[in-house]
C-alpha cells in the first residue's frame, strides 16, 4: 500500500472541523457509513443497491450536480430522437429510499483519518468509500483545446449541466446547407469506445433530414474502432457519401485547433475548415482520484479485481470509468454492475457478509444507426489474479448482411436499446 498525496488536506480538515456535516455522524442503530463519490452509473447504482440490501448501513452520496444528465442516449439528441429533459434524471428516488444525497464536490480524502473533505468546507467521516468520478479531459492534449474552447467546439462527453450536448445540437441545427461538421476522435482508452461512431450516425440521421448536402469528417486517432464493420454498413446503407471516416494512417489524428478561425489541425500540418466542431479530447481520470494518488502515472486506478478496493488504500474501493480495467469497456453497464460487487465486497466486514469470490461482469453496448436501427456488442468477463479477462465464446456482436435481410433484427435491436436505457437508469435512480 502507498501513501496517499495529502493534498492542501490539513487545511481543509481544520477549517471544517466544527461543520461536520450530519450525514457523517453514525446513527444510534447503524452498522456503519458507507459515503459514496459521484452519482453518476456506478455511484448511483452503488448508492441504491446498498440502501436495498444493507439497509442498517448509512449511504451518503456526494455529488456536485442537482440532476444527472446521462451521456448514454446523448447522441440522439444530435440525432432529434431524444430531448435533454429525457436523460435528465432527479436524485429524489434515491433520497426517497434513505440515501443523504449532498450537493457538493469532493476536495480531497483522507485514508488514515477515513474522511472526505467537501469543497463547500464540511468533512464526511466514513467506514468505506466507494468512488466513481468517471473521466477528466486531457487539456493540453490538443494544443489549443482549453475550457474557453470548449464553448466553440464541445466535446459533449461528460453529462454536467446538460449545456455541452445542446450546445452540439443547436450548431447542428445552424450548419450551413452544405456545411462540414468536423469530429475528432482520441486514442484508447476512452469512455464508450462505440460512442463516437453512434455520434456520428446520429448527426448524418439528423442532416440527412435537413440538410443532405452536409459533409461529415471524422478524424480518428486510431486505425479501428468498436463494431467497425457493423457501423461502416449503417453508413453505406442510410447515408450514402455524407461520412468520410479518416484513420489516423491518413493524417486523422488532430493535434491543434484553432477556435477563431474554425480549425482543425491535423499531425503532420494539414488545415481542415469545419462549420461545426465536435472535439472529444483524449481523456484521463477525474481530477479528485489524480489529486489524491488513487491514480497511477497511467492516469487510471488500479484496482483489486475481485472487490475494487484502490491498490493504493484499504476501504476506498473505486469503480466506472476512473479505473483500470481492460479488457472491460469504460460504459456505463460496466460502472452499473461493477457497482454491485464493490459494494457487496466494502460491506461485507461491516456487516458479516461475504464479498463474492467469483464474480462475473457482463457488458452489452447498443448503438443507434438511424431510424429504427440498433446494433450491440456483448462480452462476458472474469475477475483474475491480476486483473479481468473476456471469457471466451461468450458474447459476441450483431450480425453482418443487407439490411433488406436485417430489417426487423435491427429494429428489435433499437428496442433492446431503448428498453436497457429504461432499465438501467430505474436501477440507479428509482
Ligand atoms: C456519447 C456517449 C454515449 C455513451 N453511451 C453509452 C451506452 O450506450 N452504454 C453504456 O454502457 N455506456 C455509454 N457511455 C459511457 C458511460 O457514460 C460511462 O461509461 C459511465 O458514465 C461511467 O460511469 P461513472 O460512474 O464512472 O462516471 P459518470 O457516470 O460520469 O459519473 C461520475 C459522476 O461523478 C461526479 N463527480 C466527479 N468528480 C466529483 C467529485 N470530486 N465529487 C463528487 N462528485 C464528482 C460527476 O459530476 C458525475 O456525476 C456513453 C458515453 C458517452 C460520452
Redesign the pocket.
Known amino acids: 500500500m502507498t501513501t496517499l498525496t495529502r493534498r492542501s488536506f490539513g487545511a481543509l480538515i481544520g477549517a471544517s472541523a466544527t461543520t461536520l456535516a450530519t450525514p457523517g455522524l453514525l446513527r444510534a442503530n447503524s452498522t456503519g457509513r458507507l459515503v459514496i463519490?459521484?452519482?453518476?452509473?456506478?455511484?448511483a447504482s452503488a448508492a441504491r443497491f446498498a440502501r436495498i440490501n444493507y439497509p442498517d448501513v448509512d449511504v451518503t452520496l456526494?455529488?456536485?450536480?442537482p440532476t444527472?444528465v446521462?451521456?448514454?442516449?446523448?447522441?440522439l439528441i444530435l440525432g432529434g430522437k431524444r430531448t435533454l429533459p429525457q436523460i435528465t434524471h432527479s436524485y429524489d428516488g434515491l433520497r426517497a429510499r434513505g440515501v443523504n444525497v449532498v450537493q457538493?464536490?469532493?476536495?480531497d480524502i483522507d485514508p488514515d483519518a477515513r474522511t472526505v473533505a467537501l469543497e463547500s468546507g464540511a468533512s464526511l467521516q466514513y467506514d468505506k468509500l466507494i468512488v466513481?468520478?468517471?473521466?477528466g479531459l486531457r487539456w493540453g492534449a490538443i494544443d489549443g483545446y482549453d475550457q474557453a474552447a470548449t464553448e466553440v467546439f464541445p466535446h459533449?462527453?461528460?453529462?454536467?449541466d446538460g449545456s455541452q450536448i445542446t450546445n452540439l445540437r443547436a450548431q447542428l441545427e445552424a450548419l450551413p446547407e452544405g456545411g462540414v461538421v468536423g469530429l475528432a476522435i482520441p486514442e484508447n482508452p476512452f469512455?464508450?469506445p462505440p460512442?463516437p461512431y453512434?455520434?456520428i450516425s446520429m448527426i448524418a440521421h439528423y442532416l440527412k433530414q435537413t440538410n443532405p448536402t452536409a459533409k461529415i469528417l471524422a478524424f480518428d486517432s486510431k486505425e479501428g474502432f468498436s463494431k467497425q464493420g457493423l457501423f461502416e454498413d449503417v453508413w453505406a446503407e442510410l447515408y450514402g457519401d455524407m461520412i468520410e471516416w479518416i484513420p489516423a494512417n491518413q493524417d486523422g489524428r488532430i493535434v491543434a485547433v484553432d477556435v477563431q478561425n474554425k480549425l482543425f489541425i491535423s499531425e503532420f500540418g494539414e488545415e481542415h475548415r469545419v462549420d461545426v466542431g465536435n472535439v472529444i479530447p483524449p481523456q484521463t481520470s477525474?481530477?479528485?482520484v489524480r489529486d489524491t494518488g488513487l491514480a497511477n502515472d497511467t492516469g487510471w486506478v488500479p484496482v483489486n479485481s475481485r472487490t475494487f478496493e484502490a491498490d493504493a488504500a484499504r476501504d476506498i474501493h473505486v469503480?466506472?470509468?476512473?479505473t483500470i480495467a481492460g479488457p472491460m469497456p469504460?460504459?456505463?453497464?460496466?460502472?452499473n454492475s461493477t457497482s454491485k460487487t464493490a459494494v457487496s465486497a466494502a460491506l461485507a466486514d461491516l456487516t458479516g457478509g461475504s464479498a463474492p469470490s467469483d464474480p462475473v461482469y457482463f457488458?452489452t453496448?447498443?448503438?443507434h444507426g438511424g431510424e429504427d436501427y440498433g446494433i450491440s456488442v456483448v462480452a462476458v468477463f472474469r475477475a483474475t489474479d491480476d486483473g479481468f479477462e473476456a471469457t471466451p465464446d461468450s458474447g459476441g456482436l450483431s450480425p453482418r448482411g443487407p439490411l433488406s435481410e436485417l430489417a426487423e433484427n435491427r429494429r428489435l435491436e433499437a428496442r433492446y436499446?431503448d428498453a436497457w436505457y429504461d432499465s438501467i437508469t430505474r436501477d440507479m435512480f428509482s
Open positions: 463519490i459521484g452519482g453518476g452509473f456506478g455511484g456526494v455529488e456536485p450536480y444527472f446521462t451521456c448514454p442516449y446523448g447522441n457538493d464536490r469532493a476536495a466513481s468520478p468517471g473521466i459533449a462527453w461528460m453529462g454536467g469512455r464508450c460512442g453512434e455520434r477525474a481530477a479528485i469503480i466506472g470509468d476512473a469504460k460504459s456505463g453497464y460496466i460502472a457488458n453496448c447498443y448503438s436499446a
